[in-house]
T-cell receptor
Framework: DADVTQTPRNRITKTGKRIMLECSQT?????MYWYRQDPGLGLRLIYY???????NKGEISDGYSVSRQAQAKFSLSLESAIPNQTALYFC??????????????FGPGTRLTVL | QKEVEQNSGPLSVPEGAIASLNCTYS??????FFWYRQYSGKSPELIMF????GDKEDGRFTAQLNKASQYVSLLIRDSQPSDSATYLC?????????FGAGTTVTVRA
């Protein structure tokens, strides 16, 4: 089984809808991250969490919120989706027993389309 | 100025040749540097990381770091068609990664 899973893998929604993307990991890592990827712009950090009680904004947090339900689960919500949030979203984890705390490992991604 | 800049692609190399990828970063205090490979529609996967000035080799891949010049590079020797992908340079600051836009490499058979 994959160490970092994301659901759903693909989602098409309409403007104004609330969307939740979920991330789960079995790597035992403390740190979790949400990125979005747009063509030509690379990966940009939305939110990150170093433990269950620690949530931090990244460079592009406007329009997004997150919830760290447990060490292994980190969800990203779009309260009212808009078309320019159409992108590929990745969850990543780092920092755990036997692993470099710096190296991030990515989930398979969620392709979100907002019409 | 972007925090992390990579040489614009796409880069096309013949099979068996060396592919050379470059990356510069703006924060002189950066300590950790990563190269990820990303196939189209897939997630980034770590190729290697480097912390110290100099070269680090792992199989056909060599990362080179020059902190004085704020420059990190990746060499792919004996390029194979399976190396065709986008390569992302990432720099760690305050426990957060900043990524370059990526360089797309195509290896011609």
């Amino acid at each position: 089984d994959a160490d970092v899973t994301q659901t759903p893998r693909n989602r098409i929604t309409k403007t104004g809808k609330r969307i939740m993307l979920e991330c789960s990991q079995t790597k035992g890592h403390d740190r979790m991250y949400w990125y979005r990827q747009d063509p030509g712009l690379g990966l940009r950090l939305i939110y990150y969490s170093f433990d269950v009680k620690d949530i931090n904004k990244g460079e592009i947090s406007d329009g997004y919120s997150v919830s760290r339900q447990a060490q292994a689960k980190f969800s990203l919500s779009l309260e009212s989706a808009i078309p320019n949030q159409t992108a590929l979203y990745f969850c990543a984890t780092s920092g755990g027993p036997g692993a470099s705390t710096d190296t991030q490992y990515f989930g398979p991604g969620t392709r979100l389309t907002v019409l | 100025q972007k925090e992390v800049e990579q040489n614009s692609g796409p880069l096309s190399v013949p099979e068996g040749a060396i592919a050379s990828l470059n990356c510069t970063y703006s924060d002189r205090g950066s300590q950790s540097f990563f190269w990820y490979r990303q196939y189209s529609g897939k997630s980034p996967e770590l190729i290697m990381f480097i912390y110290s000035n100099g070269d680090k080799e792992d199989g056909r891949f060599t990362a080179q770091l020059n902190k004085a010049s704020q420059y990190v590079s990746l060499l792919i020797r004996d390029s194979q068609p399976s190396d065709s992908a986008t390569y992302l340079c990432a720099v760690l600051n305050d426990y957060k990664l900043s990524f370059g836009a990526g360089t797309t490499v195509t290896v011609r058979a």
